[in-house]
């Protein structure tokens, strides 16, 4: 991972009732190499994870 990353937000308004929620996703952005890399390093994890519930 570089050290430099930066980030991509997302933001959304709920209205529940009387009230309003304001709600903001920030996640890393990546190159697309970079975001290969890190799927399957996640994909590694979780299948050790759920090989044991086999």
Known sequence: M???TYYQ???????LE???FNVISRRP?????EFESIKMDIEK????VF???E
């Open 18 to 20: 009387k009230m309003q």
């Open 51 to 53: 090989q044991k519930y």
């Open 45 to 48: 994890e979780l299948f050790s």
């Open 2 to 4: 570089t050290n430099n």
């Open 29 to 33: 952005k990546y190159d697309k190499k």
């Open 9 to 15: 937000t997302n933001n959304e308004t709920i209205s």
